[in-house]
């Protein structure tokens, strides 16, 4: 049977985990080596399933069962409401047993709903009661006028409050700092490097100097000397990890990093402090989730160590109120389904699951947005009020919307009696996950473009639409673009790099051309975007 289970940070989830592991290899004991014995566990971030990789190698090597780790950026269950939460959640499958845990389940029921077969999956949510560290959550609001002060600006004094804060609240013990932005995380621990006072002892000094030898990043190095580290996506894994470990076992006393580091990986701190709550997003600031706030949050308190914690929101006047009703209560996770429907409903017609209109419509039926979208249809531009027939209909015709931009565009053929079939093109698309938007710009392609425009276009692929320009990023990236002391790349844009797609291209020349980034941000960013452009190349 299928279950559910909301619980806080630390209250034994992966316990839940290895339990059904146990249960699944004593039942199929018979068959332990079988190619269909298999136990999938999906995690957000590429560093947790590492994490529990090790763990469970350890643990079960000596049962023969083998542990493979195969990494991408999908999404868990707690990343549902999020943009790219579609991408996993579109739908279930019969004879497999589900289990989600996550900390953060609001409305635990629907998610229960959705992955029964003919009845809801069982559910068990748990308070912050269980949790085995309490926590103290504060939520500081400070001045903050939007029409004379960016959001940078803001973040930037809030800088200036950390450093006291910490010295009130830590108590000595481990600190963790979230923000908004990779500069932000360095701008803030070389801050604390200025004005953070930690003593440390004779062997404390000889081990961070011993771990700041391993690292690669010379700002980073000579911080850790300090007793405090920065951690984000642009440092190579090698040196991430290094600085995780360090953090985990207490060589490191204070971490500042991006928020991807709270979606799992098991850094708790005694204090957590979320500077800031407006991150960039989609090309401009916007509030936090309220999942990835309680992911951050999640990170305080170490069960092995302390009986309370503290959690310090950093945020400004306006918003003080919002945040305080957001640590009393939960905003309800929806499907981000409709916004991917047209590349799901090609991928579902390449395998022959949707055959006509109809059939479209019951696999629709089998997914989180049918749960959602009868509960608050307002939520995914639906009429409120609407019975549950009416909603279906409207389901259908978005269905049918959709399966028609698939037709116009080349990517299925459809009959008189709507009965569906794919095209090569369709296939092509479904196969390497090429997102709709994208094969409408390979559609147009002649064949006699020349290899600057072939440049051009896959640059503006609607798959580099998370690669946003940043400050730092513009003087790497303007020095390869035009460089008359070094080489530069072959077919300069003109003008100054400004935008989105004028970095990948420029990305794209610079590797292709095998020219020194000197950027370790972009560095990162150029392994992705290549992986992608192999992908999209074939």
């Known amino acids: 049977t299928s279950f559910v289970v909301s619980a806080p940070t630390g209250s034994g989830k992966t316990a839940i985990f290895e339990l059904a592991i146990v249960r699944h290899l004593v039942a199929g004991e018979a068959s332990l080596n079988a190619l269909d014995n298999k136990i999938i566990y999906i995690s957000p971030i590429k560093a947790l399933c590492q994490e529990r990789l090790v763990d469970w190698h350890k643990k079960l090597s000596c049962f023969g069962v083998n542990c493979i780790s195969v990494t991408s950026d999908n999404d868990e269950v707690s990343r549902m409401k999020t943009a790219r939460g579609s991408y996993l959640f579109n739908g279930n499958a019969k004879g497999i047993r589900f289990i989600a845990l996550s900390a953060t389940i609001p409305n635990i029921e629907d998610i229960a709903e959705w992955m029964g077969q003919s009845e809801p999956a069982k559910y068990f949510q748990f308070s912050?009661?269980?949790?085995?560290?309490?926590?103290?959550?504060?939520?500081?609001?400070?001045?903050?006028?939007?029409?004379?002060?960016?959001?940078?600006?803001?973040?930037?004094?809030?800088?200036?409050?950390?450093?006291?804060?910490?010295?009130?609240?830590s108590e000595g013990k481990p600190t963790l700092i979230?923000?908004?932005t990779r500069k932000s995380v360095e701008m803030t621990a070389n801050h604390l490097v200025k004005n953070l006072q930690i003593r440390l002892s004779q062997e404390q000094k000889e081990?961070?100097?011993?771990?700041?030898?391993?690292?690669?990043?010379?700002?980073?190095?000579?911080?850790?000397?300090?007793?405090?580290?920065?951690?984000?996506?642009?440092?190579?894994?090698?040196?991430?990890?290094?600085?995780?470990?360090s953090f985990k076992t207490g060589q490191i006393p204070v971490l500042v990093t991006t928020s991807t580091l709270a979606m799992g990986v098991n850094l708790p701190a005694h204090l957590v402090i979320v500077k800031c709550t407006k991150c960039y997003s989609d090309g401009g600031y916007k509030d936090y989730d309220e999942v990835s706030i309680f992911q951050m949050i999640g990170r305080a308190g170490r069960s092995q160590f302390d009986t309370s914690a503290t959690v310090l929101i950093l945020t400004s006047l306006q918003d003080k109120i919002k945040y305080e009703q957001m640590l009393s209560c939960s905003q309800i996770i929806e499907s981000n389904l409709h916004k991917h429907l047209t590349e799901h409903l090609n991928a579902e017609v390449v395998l022959r699951t949707i055959t006509d209109l109809e059939v479209a419509m019951r696999w629709l039926s089998s997914t989180f947005l049918y749960v959602r979208a009868r509960k608050s249809p307002e939520k995914y531009k639906l009429p409120a009020g609407l019975s549950k027939d009416k909603i279906d209909k409207k389901l259908l015709e978005m269905c049918q919307i959709d399966l028609n931009k698939l037709v116009a565009t080349g990517m299925i053929r459809m009959n008189q009696a709507i009965e569906v079939t794919p095209?090569?093109?369709?296939?092509?698309?479904?196969?390497?996950?090429?997102?709709?938007?994208?094969?409408?710009?390979?559609?147009?392609?002649?064949?006699?473009?020349?290899?600057?425009?072939?440049?051009?276009?896959?640059?503006?692929?609607?798959?580099?639409?998370?690669?946003?320009?940043?400050?730092?990023?513009?003087?790497?990236?303007?020095?390869?673009?035009?460089?008359?002391?070094?080489?530069?790349?072959?077919?300069?844009?003109?003008?100054?790099?400004?935008?989105?797609?004028?970095?990948?291209?420029?990305?794209?020349q610079a590797v292709l051309g095998n020219l020194d980034i000197q950027n370790q941000g972009l560095v990162c960013d150029s392994m992705k975007i290549m992986r992608c452009c192999e992908r999209l190349a074939n």
Do not use: W
Request: contains cysteine; aromatic residues 8%.
């Open 207 to 245: 081990i961070l100097m011993k771990i700041s030898q391993n690292i690669a990043d010379v700002k980073l190095r000579q911080n850790i000397v300090h007793g405090i580290a920065f951690h984000h996506a642009g440092l190579i894994p090698n040196t991430r990890h290094t600085i995780e470990e």
């Open 423 to 508: 095209t090569v093109i369709g296939e092509i698309m479904a196969k390497y996950y090429v997102a709709f938007e994208t094969m409408k710009l390979f559609t147009q392609i002649t064949g006699s473009e020349i290899l600057i425009q072939i440049l051009a276009i896959i640059s503006k692929c609607k798959e580099f639409s998370d690669f946003y320009l940043r400050t730092t990023d513009k003087r790497c990236l303007n020095l390869l673009n035009k460089n008359t002391k070094k080489e530069a790349i072959r077919f300069p844009l003109t003008g100054r790099i400004k935008s989105n797609d004028m970095k990948v291209n420029v990305i794209i």
């Open 178 to 180: 979230f923000c908004n």
């Open 128 to 169: 912050e009661e269980v949790r085995p560290v309490k926590l103290n959550k504060i939520v500081l609001g400070y001045n903050f006028n939007p029409q004379v002060q960016s959001v940078f600006k803001f973040d930037m004094s809030l800088s200036y409050k950390i450093s006291g804060l910490i010295s009130k609240h």
